[in-house]
């Protein structure tokens, strides 16, 4: 983003109602974010299985992405 680097937003869910809080599409492909209030583990594999991108989670019991996000 900083970069100029054009990303896109999105939000998505399934027929069945499975959803991601937030996907960001950059020129580097899809990361795909769970944003929760509680820790516990929300699961998004109806998402993965679409797409094979796995969800990270973010709350404010776990603020930070663990894993590199490359947009």
């Known amino acids: ?9 999105f939000f ?5 109602q499975a959803e991601v809080d937030l996907v ?3 020129e580097h492909g899809l990361q795909a974010f769970e944003i ?13 299985a ?3 991108v796995k969800a990270q989670r973010l709350s404010p019991h776990r603020p930070f992405v663990a894993e590199q996000v490359t947009m």
């Open 24 to 26: 960001v599409k950059g």
């Open 1 to 9: 983003v900083l970069l100029g680097s054009p990303i896109e937003l």
């Open 12 to 16: 998505w869910r399934s027929r069945t």
């Open 36 to 48: 929760k209030w509680t820790p516990r583990r929300v699961g998004s594999a109806a998402f993965q």
């Open 50 to 52: 679409a797409y094979g």
